[in-house]
């Protein structure tokens, strides 16, 4: 895992846009973002029984796998959005990267790679893309059915449950 400052350069969305600013895992913390490198399938079991994970399955975001839809999705995937849930990943193969949110609303990159887990926690302003090897073989992990519902960022958004916790609970940890 690397975090980072975006550096909102033009380029592809795929490309590293790395600005050589660091974020640290404990900035990443401060956002409620956590990262682990679980290197072995019985350390996501772990996490998942300690989270009340009941339910994963797998994804696999490539050309190969989705055919001719594969630039629309990853541009949709690109979208600014928040979910209502949670979101899980371990990285099982390839790489991509998940931009978030910071305090101050700029992006920070985080590049993954296998063995690599994150969390989102819900109501946070997101977005995904895989690298320029355009390829991600991904676990999802979920409290309860599989759902992946995403919200596209809009001024109305603020007022929803799950982004409005988020905030509040980015202000509480800010104290």
Known sequence: MKAYWFDNQPGDQRDDHDSGRPVTTGALQKLGVFYYYFPDLASVDNLAQQRSYKNRDEIIVSPEKMGADYEEKVKNFFNEHLHEDEEIRYILDG?????????????IRI????????????????????D????????????????????????????????????????VAVR
């Open 95 to 107: 790489g991509g990267f998940f931009d978030v949110r910071s305090e101050g609303d700029e992006w």
């Open 111 to 130: 590049r993954l790679q296998k063995d690599d887990l994150i969390i989102l926690p819900a109501g946070i302003y997101h977005r995904f893309t895989t």
């Open 132 to 171: 320029s090897q355009n390829y991600i073989k991904a676990m999802r992990l979920f409290k309860e059915e599989p759902k992946w519902t995403p919200l596209n960022r809009a001024p109305e958004l603020e007022e929803n449950r799950f982004r409005k916790e988020y905030v509040e609970s980015r202000a």
